[in-house]
């Protein structure tokens, strides 16, 4: 048998506590051998919740020498300087999204990774739902008959107990809910669809704030030919929370509230109709513990991880495209006309 | 003093009022926003902006110090729940009149007359009363402190709105909520006074605050100037469906009678401790605590998780915003709260901050409607 992967988290914040380390404790391959933070209380508040027996560590330069892989879930301007600082080390990194907040610090980490032969994977766990794979077996296979259009919908109210805050400073966020929660949905209608060509792009950040709200229009020309697609973001409303994808013969729908299955609409004989699809054996029970046994797998058998650099840079790209060419999105309940009185403000 | 020049400090900025008083701060051009901000998860909309959030609790004086920063301005929309408003305007006071503030907005309520306010009530010199209503206690005991701190030295101006409605107004978004749910009638035939206030008329009516030395240690009631009722603000939601809702109207009797199982000590005290852990105020302290903060989040993450129907099956089992199923043969009586709303008969009169400020409502009930169904639709109420 051969021993455990010795790992340590980077960062010990809400995804940690949440998802990366019962993912970790659950994994039969993986020692989990220190908990990271420059604020060590947060780490040890995990390990003592946990009764695990890992170091709690403020710098994450300690565990060089006595760990062979990393989760760096250390805030996303941090990402970037971290990893290359670990693949130096020699160490094999799972980073939470997104992997650098500059798709030019992404690709010096994508490059290093290679150069050092070391697994560089991007925490992109919607990859893992088993409604992805699903989706794309089910275009494939022509269930939708031509695909004509997309349109993915996610929003509620913002309620990420970050331990720092940091999702609302731009210089260390890297942006607002694009490069926050939208890197996984252009990833997921990257993988599915094809390269994007084309976009137009609004957002309502008022100037130097992070955008709470975004509307994107794309094209991707793939091999699915040239098929459309909408993308609506946010952070402060209740969204549709779904993708749905318009084929010639059928609607397939993947919703956030059951991420394993795909939902067919179809009309037969003029009535709506729907089936449920879903794989009778997928393994593992959640997205971000596949995402582990895939990066374990990835350092064991020497093979390319489910999400690498590469794929991040293409995200990373588009994100910059993005913000390069943002419009606002128009806000006329908030742009009055000028007062009767002298209350002009 | 120019407010415009000033940094102006917010609190409450996370919320309905604060956050487009800090768009609108934005707007005019003030060199710097520094906004309280308690739980920084609540901050997405004004993180849009070019503001400092600086984190803070209205509780603990020296935070609010370091988040008070340089600011010469107070614009106080801060609440917390009912039990902390005195103490926490009182922090906010104190850490103002040492820093030197010079001008302090206060953001009272009508309600310092309780939700039903007794006639007589329509000017600002008619007596504050106790009510029992804890929000509206306390409202009026803060106004109080703020005054004291008027005559020490702090320039203090109090704004009463009513219902304060606009774009991210729950006035706004669980009526429409409740439209769609069944959830809403008409209480005393709808002809109960609504006292809207547009949050734009509020916010011009802050900015006379500041720039008005008449103003100083004076209290006004600030309103849309229009004696719109239930019926009509209702309406006007009602009507931006398709189809369109019906609404009932309850008579007093049919209340009375809905109210009439509610007799006997047990089930009396097992419905009273339900309504005390459904509570806001309650649910906040709870999430105090590491453990059930955690464990709250996975029931509503659970919950928010579930299909409408059985979420809303959830809710009304547990009293949540639907004390009644809207069953189709079943009529939705409305809970104490609302009927006590609905049942305002006074309508403010805003001739003192005519007189005084200068205020004059810009944004009329037609307009304001408007705008709000604009803002509706893209948060995809509609």
């Not at chain 1, 790992?7 to 949440?18: E, K, P, Q, V, Y």
């Not at chain 2, 909520?177 to 949050?199: I, M, P, Q, S, W």
Request: charged share 20%.
């Amino acid at each position: 048998m051969t021993r455990p992967i010795r790992l340590a988290i980077l960062g010990c914040g809400a995804i940690t506590r949440n998802e990366h380390v019962p993912s970790v404790i659950a994994h039969p391959g993986v020692e989990l051998v220190a908990l990271v933070d420059a604020e060590p209380s947060r780490a040890q508040t995990i390990i003592q919740n946990r009764g695990l027996t890992s170091k709690a560590i403020a710098d994450f330069r300690e565990v060089f020498g006595r760990v062979d892989a990393v989760i760096n879930a250390l805030p996303n301007h941090i990402h970037a300087s971290s990893n290359q600082e670990c693949l130096r080390a020699g160490l094999h990194i799972l980073c939470e999204k997104p992997l650098a907040i500059t798709s030019t610090d992404a690709k010096a980490c994508a490059d290093l990774a290679e150069e050092k032969g070391l697994v560089l994977a991007v925490g992109m766990n919607r990859r893992f739902t088993a409604s992805h794979p699903l989706l794309k077996l089910v275009m494939n296979e022509g269930l939708l008959g031509t695909i004509q259009s997309s349109d993915f919908q996610y929003g509620g109210a913002f309620d990420w107990r970050s331990a720092t805050g940091f999702y609302f400073d731009r210089a260390k966020a890297g942006g607002g809910v694009l490069v926050d929660f939208g890197v996984h949905m252009l990833d997921s209608v990257l993988d599915s669809f094809g390269p994007i060509t084309a976009f137009d792009y609004q957002d309502d950040d008022w100037g130097s704030g992070v955008e709470a709200n975004l509307l994107l229009d794309v094209k991707h020309s793939g091999r699915y030919g040239d098929v459309p697609g909408h993308l609506r973001i946010s952070r402060t409303f209740a969204l549709r929370n779904s993708l749905l994808v318009q084929g010639s013969v059928a609607t397939a729908e993947i919703s956030a509230e059951n991420t394993e299955v795909v939902v067919i609409h179809r009309k037969i004989a003029g009535a709506a109709v729907s089936q449920t699809l879903q794989f009778e054996n997928f393994p593992g029970t959640t997205s971000y513990g596949r995402q582990l046994d895939d990066f374990i797998s990835s350092i064991v058998t020497h093979s390319k991880p489910e999400v690498d650099g590469r794929q991040a840079i293409q995200t990373l790209e588009l994100v910059e495209s993005c913000y390069a060419h943002k419009r606002r999105i128009p806000e006329p309940w908030a742009e009055l006309t000028p007062a009767r009185s002298g209350a002009g403000a | 003093m120019n407010w415009r020049d000033q940094t102006v400090f917010v609190t409450g900025a996370t919320g309905f009022i604060g956050g487009r008083v800090c768009e609108r701060m934005m707007q005019a051009g003030v060199p710097k926003i520094r906004a309280l901000v308690h739980g920084m998860h609540r901050a997405a909309r004004i993180a849009r902006l070019p503001v400092e959030l600086c984190p803070g609790d209205l509780q603990e004086p020296e935070s609010l110090k370091n988040a008070l920063g340089d600011a010469k301005v107070v614009i106080h929309c801060g609440l917390g729940p009912a039990s902390t408003i005195v103490r926490g305007t009182e922090n906010m006071l104190a850490v103002a009149l040492d820093a030197g503030v010079q001008r302090f907005i206060h953001v009272s309520t009508a309600a310092v007359y309780g939700i039903t306010p007794p006639p007589g009530s329509e000017n600002e010199d008619a007596p504050v009363r106790r009510t029992g209503d804890p929000y509206c206690d306390n409202k009026a005991a803060a106004e109080k402190i703020v005054l004291d701190y008027g005559k020490r030295g702090l320039p203090v101006v109090i704004l009463r709105p009513s219902i304060v409605w606009g774009p991210y107004s729950a006035w706004n978004t669980r009526l429409m909520e409740d439209l769609r749910a069944g959830h809403v009638a008409f209480v005393a035939g709808g002809k109960g006074a609504c006292n809207t206030t547009y949050v734009d008329n509020l916010v011009d009516a802050m900015v006379l605050g500041l720039e008005n030395e008449g103003a100083l240690g004076q209290t006004f009631f600030i309103t849309d100037g229009e004696r719109i009722s239930w019926g009509d603000f209702i309406g006007a939601h009602a009507a931006l469906l398709n189809p369109a809702p019906a609404v009932a109207e309850v008579s007093q009797a049919e209340i009375d009678a809905s109210r009439g199982d509610r007799s006997g000590l047990l089930m009396g005290s097992v419905k009273a401790t339900a309504r005390l852990a459904r509570s806001k105020e309650f649910r906040q302290m709870l999430t105090q605590i590491p453990v059930t903060d955690v464990a709250m989040k996975k029931a509503w993450n659970w919950v928010g998780s579930l299909p409408p129907q059985k979420r809303d099956k959830l809710r009304a089992r547990f009293g949540v915003r639907c004390p009644k199923p809207a069953a189709a043969n079943v009529k939705f009586i409305p809970d104490e709260v609302t009927v006590a709303t609905q049942n305002a008969t006074v309508f403010f009169s805003i001739d003192k901050a005519r007189k005084v400020l200068g205020y004059e409502p810009r944004i009329r009930f037609l307009e304001g409607m408007r705008l709000v169904e604009q803002w509706l639709r893209f948060a995809a109420y509609l």
